[in-house]
Nanobody, 118 residues
């Protein structure tokens, strides 16, 4: 079992910045990848950024150059952050921290709302 808790998010004007944080605990030694996934109203979930095996980082084309994902490992927790700059109204949505462990088992946080006003 892995427990995933997100924080951050909120309301920001277009062009502004926000930082999302995620803390994963439990069987963290089995983590394969950590991702930020968002869901805009009326749209399917979209993978925004990922840190995978070997710390390989990938971004969705829509956020490249604006968002930065990072990971910090502590003794009993793993922290994932998403720094979001130059936010656009299209970035509005619920952002989820997704942790993938051995066996391709996904764990999800509760989600945090990001609203960008134009």
């Amino acid at each position: 079992q892995v427990q995933v808790v997100e924080s951050g998010g909120g309301l920001v004007q277009a062009g502004g910045s926000l930082r999302l944080s995620c803390a994963a605990s439990g069987r963290i030694f089995t983590i394969i990848a950590m991702r930020w996934v968002r869901q805009a109203p009326g749209k399917e979930r979209e993978r925004v950024a990922q840190i995978g095996s070997g710390d390989r980082i990938t971004y969705a084309d829509s956020v490249k150059g604006r968002f930065t994902i990072s990971r910090d490992d502590a003794k009993n927790e793993v922290f994932l952050q998403l720094h979001m700059n130059s936010l656009e109204s299209e970035d509005t949505g619920v952002y989820y921290c997704n942790v993938l462990v051995g066996g391709a088992i996904p764990y999800w946080g509760q989600g945090t709302q990001v609203t960008v006003s134009s």
